[in-house]
């Protein structure tokens, strides 16, 4: 098993940045990808970013492109999203997700972003 535990959510302007991170720990040796979903109120839950744990390789959704970084630090077994030039459509629960849809999530994240 293996635990993740979102932070650093928070209530931001339009323009403005943020830094999530995912802590992971418990079977962090089994992890093979990590990446980050968000759900906005009443809407599915959508990808956003992804990369392998091991070596390189990242992908991101079209609507954040340009604007999103994920990275991770494998010495601390912990992942980031750099949100930049944030957009109230990006307002959301962000979650942290470890191999793939059918592996572990974490308890998500808010991220508000005031228009």
Do not use: H
Request: glycine share 14%.
């Amino acid at each position: 098993q293996v635990q993740l535990v979102e932070s650093g959510g928070r209530l931001v302007q339009a323009g403005g940045s943020l830094r999530l991170s995912c802590a992971a720990s418990g079977r962090t040796f089994s992890v093979y990808s990590m990446s980050w979903f968000r759900q906005a109120p009443g809407k599915d839950r959508a990808f956003v970013a992804g990369m392998t744990w091991s070596g390189g390789g990242t992908n991101y959704a079209d609507s954040v492109k340009g604007r999103f970084t994920i990275s991770k630090d494998i010495a601390k077994n912990t992942l980031y999203l750099q949100m930049d030039s944030l957009k109230p459509e990006d307002t959301a629960i962000y979650y942290c997700n470890a191999n793939g849809l059918e592996g572990s999530w974490g308890q998500g994240t808010q991220v508000t972003v005031s228009s």
